[in-house]
């Protein structure tokens, strides 16, 4: 699973989880302690007749479960059964049923079989149901805002421009929702699945479609089959209008689902597939193991993405169109990442929440490989280094252990520890072990646990039989222990040895142990060292150099996962960013200077270096760190800013240009933000229109049209948004809900960017616009599960909700003939307002 992100990336870390007391299975400790399900019954197939009801939102189901004792003789199954109506249980044998007696409550559904029955003695019970999800009680959380397992959207058809589409979403306990069934990620099982639909639309599920029938009054029925084990959790359902785009790997089937509007650009957005599936197959010496795969996407889907075994669902946000896939298919790390999760996640599973890490933490890391093999290095330790910063930027996740058996919720283990922190420690491990033995243990890994469950302890011992190398070590601090390395670090020269002495000191209460690159610069130029630091609070290491050292570099290669505190100077950091190879040294150069820029002439020098970098997002951090406005910057950068506005290949840079040349102000480059402005490229296109209304304000209204802040990026939103804002740009207000529902958390982070949103909150509240202020309640209550428990983000957002309301209220008496419309904006900041209390 891939979590979704509600808003922009800057509202991240904002949010706190609930603690919420809980004491489930303890395994006879005093203390929470979640272990690993305990296997009574042992599932082999499950079959499902389903048909649905659009106007209930409910789902009439028929299963036959054919299951047995996992090793001890019973004459009971325990099923988890969420919010159903339970009306008949029996024992199918061939065909004929016999009633069973059964307890169905707490969504628990117990059946009394007819025998005891021993290991490897099948039986197969057949329920009748009906599934309600909209009486399922459990809740959602940070990473899977909603948890009724079973969705209908817009089943009447009564939301214009919404699609009537019905998916799934199983993880993590959530399929049980609309079949009775073990919903353990330990419990694997066949199956099949008899959907009965309108014929106008169609069907997706796990496995192959075997049978289509045409039905009578316009409906059809698809028989899905499932031959390989998977977890119950991964079943997957999806139903809807949709365009199928057909593409293939070797004979495999890769079919893309997609909404018909976007159907001439599903190639674009999708079409990589094959060649991932091609590459991670080679990689990992194991060929994609199912039957198919095909990919669609939901509407308000309750996460980013989610890997159903050969039927991924992705929220709506994959669905991009030409302006923004010219810039980058920004949903391309998450196509990779649920693929990825057929090997890791599907083919062997995660044996619990606990180890959830043998899922997500490879997925994540996929996101790296495939970077790496397709863009090159810097571009995938760009993407590595964003993610491991949103960990080390985030305290409250530096007490979570990776394999976590003490969590709260099931849901918590869904967090940057899991993810980011996990894919950094990956990396880690691929340094440490080589290429060669990282991959072989991945495949050790697979092979050993094919269509079963995983967790660290058979990770560890996959990769120690291929290397040889006792790994005890690291997993016990990275897997089963929490934290990382917090280093700072000093050096001396002993002019008569001629020998630097660099000394490295860790301050967290626990010290590590860790092999580290550092690279010592003589004469200008660096020499590699590769030292191992012992668990202790100093290391000191000696080094041969014919004078003093120019520079010293730590973690050179970027490898380690650690927060390190260094001091510079402008001279220094050039230094860094020519002689290093590595991205990651070259952009913490780069953004070690931030502070010095138009101070110090070493400080430009480097930003001219850096604009001629080969890799694009250190151009583009260049460019936004330079200001034009200062005449000795401009003197030096200008000519050269100028050709990446016009000329750059990626699209990106050139809006990142064309916004440094904004600053001046100088309508001498009213041309290139003219033919900006009819580019392809939304950033472009949007970077120049703001570009134009910042050296001619007067154009804002004829320039209107050319506005959209729908699916803008973060760089775009803190460009356009003040201007949408300050000259209120009515076509743009529903967009611009997105950001103004957050601004009381944002404004902490970004000021600039927190003042439009409030300004835009302010305008909403005080205009007649039904749909803007429905879209800030929905947000708020998609995000709830987020926010938690805690009593100061709760009473923050009533306050904003509370001055809504006043603001729609004197409205109100301002525009009594548009009361109908008013008052419903009122009820609905009343009933946000309710919802939070």
């Avoid at 139903?239 to 079919?255: E, L, T």
């Avoid at 269509?451 to 996959?462: I, K, M, P, T």
């Amino acid at each position: 699973m891939k979590k979704a992100i509600l808003s922009i990336a800057i509202l991240g870390g904002i949010f706190f989880s609930a603690n919420v007391s809980a004491q489930t299975e303890t395994s006879g400790r005093e203390k929470v302690y979640r272990a690993t399900h305990t296997k009574v019954t042992e599932l082999k197939h499950t079959k499902l007749k389903v048909n649905f009801d659009y106007q209930k939102e409910q789902m009439n189901g028929e299963e036959w479960l054919t299951a047995a004792p996992f090793f001890y003789p019973a004459n009971e199954l325990t099923l988890d059964a969420k919010g159903m109506l339970i009306h008949e249980v029996a024992l199918d044998i061939n065909g004929k049923k016999t009633p069973l007696k059964y307890d169905y409550s707490n969504d628990i559904l117990k059946i009394t079989l007819d025998k005891t029955y021993q290991k490897n003695q099948d039986y197969t019970v057949y329920i009748k149901y009906t599934a309600r999800p909209n009486e399922v009680k459990q809740q959602g959380s940070a990473a899977i805002n909603d948890a009724k397992g079973l969705y209908f959207i817009n089943p009447q058809g009564k939301e214009t421009g919404k699609p009537t589409q019905i998916w799934t979403q199983g993880e993590t306990e959530s399929s049980s929702a609309w079949f009775p069934t073990i919903d353990k990620p330990n419990q694997k099982s066949t199956e099949e699945i008899f959907m009965t639909v309108p014929d106008k639309y169609v069907t997706l599920s796990n496995g192959i479609m075997k049978d289509s029938q045409k039905e009578a009054n316009g409906m059809r029925t698809d028989h899905w089959v499932m031959d390989k084990r998977h977890s119950t959790y991964l079943f997957f359902m999806a139903v809807g209008d949709y365009a199928i785009v057909k593409d293939k790997w070797k004979n495999i089937p890769v079919d893309y689902y997609i909404e018909k509007e976007y159907e001439p650009y599903a190639k674009q957005i999708y079409g990589n597939t094959p060649e991932m599936i091609e590459f991670f197959s080679k990689k990992m010496g194991y060929d994609y193991p199912w039957a198919k795969y095909a990919q669609i996407s939901g509407r308000d889907y309750v996460s980013g993405a989610m890997e159903n075994t050969t039927a991924t669902l992705h929220g709506s946000d994959i669905l991009q169109k030409p302006g923004q896939l010219i810039d980058e298919n920004k949903w391309e790390d998450t196509i990779a990442h649920e693929l990825f999760h057929h090997w890791f996640g599907d083919l062997v599973t995660a044996e619990s929440w606990s180890n959830l890490t043998v899922n997500e933490s490879f997925a994540n890391y996929s996101e790296y490989l495939w970077n790496e093999y397709k863009y090159g290095k810097d571009q995938a330790d760009y993407h590595q280094q964003e993610d491991v910063n949103h960990y080390i930027h985030n305290p409250s996740d530096f007490k979570k252990n990776l394999v976590r058996f003490n969590y709260d919720s099931r849901e918590d283990v869904f967090d940057l520890v899991t993810y980011q922190k996990g894919g950094g420690i990956l990396h880690m491990l691929r340094n440490y072990l080589g290429d060669d033995a990282f991959f072989a243990g991945m495949n050790d890994y697979l092979k050993t646990n094919e269509y079963q469950n995983g967790e660290a302890h058979q990770l560890r011992l996959s990769f120690e039989k291929v290397s040889g190398k006792d790994l005890n070590w690291f997993f016990n601090q990275w897997y089963f222990g929490s934290g990382h390395p917090k280093i700072n670090y000093s050096s001396t020269f002993e002019p008569v040895k001629k020998q630097v002495s660099v000394t490295i000191n860790q301050t967290q209460d626990q010290p590590f142990e860790f092999p580290l690159a550092i690279d010592v610069y003589d004469n200008g130029k660096p020499k590699r060292y590769n030292v191992w630091v012992n668990a202790e609070a100093k290391n000191t290491f000696n080094f041969d150099v014919s004078k003093n050292a120019d520079l010293i570099n730590i973690n050179a290669d970027g490898v380690l996962l650690a927060d390190i505190t260094e001091t510079k100077t402008p001279e220094q950091n050039l230094m860094q960013f020519t002689g290093s190879k590595e991205f990651k040294s070259r952009y913490n150069a780069l953004n070690a200077i931030k502070d010095q820029v138009g101070k110090n002439p070493a400080a430009t020098k480097l930003l001219a270096a850096a604009i001629k970098d080969p890799y694009f997002r250190v151009r583009m951090k260049a460019l936004e760190l330079m200001d034009l406005s200062n005449a000795d910057q401009f003197k030096a950068l200008g000519s050269d800013v100028e050709k990446l506005a016009s000329n750059d290949p990626k699209t990106l840079v050139q809006a990142s240009a064309i916004k440094a040349l904004s600053k001046t102000k100088d309508k001498k480059y009213t041309s290139i933000f003219e033919k900006g402005m009819n580019a392809v490229s939304d950033a472009v296109k949007a970077n120049s229109v703001a570009a134009i209304i910042s050296v001619d304000p007067s154009r804002i209204n004829s320039l209107a049209d050319k506005i959209n802040l729908e699916g803008a990026s973060d760089d775009l939103l803190e460009v356009l948004l003040p201007v949408v804002v300050k000259n209120k740009v009515t076509s743009q207000m529903s967009n611009i809900a997105q950001i103004a529902a957050f601004y009381p958390f944002i404004k902490f982070q970004n000021p600039e960017l927190g003042k439009a949103g409030e300004d835009g909150f302010n305008w909403i509240m005080t205009s007649d616009n039904l749909e803007a202020t429905q879209s800030i309640t929905k947000l708020l209550g998609q995000a709830k599960g987020q926010m938690g428990d805690n009593p100061q983000v709760k009473m923050m957002i009533v306050q904003m909700l509370k001055d809504g309301l006043s603001k729609k209220m004197e409205l109100l008496k301002q525009n009594p003939q548009n009361a109908a419309s008013i008052n419903k904006q009122i009820d609905e900041l009343n009933k946000a307002i309710e919802n939070f209390k």
